[in-house]
Structures are given as C-alpha cells and as structure tokens.
C-alpha cells in the first residue's frame, strides 16, 4: 500500500488550500485516516481524522477552518483549509489504517509529506 499526499504549496495569511491523499495497493479497507503537520522544530501533531463511518476529529487549533472528508471510491481523503495563518505552516502527512482482506488486521502507512508555507 502507497499513501501519495500532494497539494501544497505557498500561500498567502488568510487563503486556503486542499491536500489530497490517495491510497494505492492492495486494498480491502480504509479504516481511520489522520493529517499531521510537523513544523520545523516540534512533535508532530494529528491535525484532522476520519474513521471509515465517517466521524472526524479536529485539533483545536484548526477546528472551524479545516474539514477532513473521503472518498471511499477513490481511496481519497482530503483535507480543506481555509483561513490559513503563519502558524500552519508544517510539512503535512496522512496516515492510513489499511486492511489489505476481509478480517486482516489494519497495518499503518504514512505518506510522503507535502510542505505547507503560509506567508505574506
């Protein structure tokens, strides 16, 4: 399985953008799936997350700005942020829960990271 994270990018206080994560591979299941963002100099830290029946989970920090949504579909999950500030800016990754069969356990993967610049 392959987590592909893209859509960053540099944008200006106050703009938005939308990370998508496309998973790839063998593929029963995705269960719960979680952006995190790492800035230079700390821990990262769960941004957003959405289980396979669709509730999600917000950090405080973003709750009301950014909304973490799938696409069962398409192996997609995406995450919009709106009202973007200074201190967003962080390397993002997903990270997926996948059940490669029917009654496998649930492995983790991480995607590459795509890098998040909020700046004027």
């Known amino acids: 399985v392959q987590l592909q994270a893209s859509g960053g990018g540099l944008v200006q206080p106050g703009g938005s953008l939308r990370l998508s994560c496309v998973a790839s591979?063998?593929?029963?299941?995705?269960?719960?799936v979680g952006w995190y963002r790492q800035a230079p100099g700390k821990q990262r830290e769960l941004v957003a997350g959405i289980r396979s029946g669709g509730s999600t989970n917000y950090a405080d920090s973003v709750k009301g700005r950014f909304t973490i949504s799938r696409d069962n579909a398409k192996n997609t999950v995406y995450l919009q942020m709106n009202s973007l500030k200074p201190e967003d800016t962080a390397v993002f990754y997903c990270?997926?829960?996948?059940?490669?069969?029917?009654?496998?356990?649930?492995?983790?993967?991480w995607g590459q990271g795509t890098q998040v610049t909020v700046s004027s």
């Open positions: 591979g063998t593929i029963f299941s995705i269960n719960a």
């Open positions: 990270n997926a829960k996948v059940s490669p069969c029917e009654g496998c356990y649930s492995y983790d993967y």
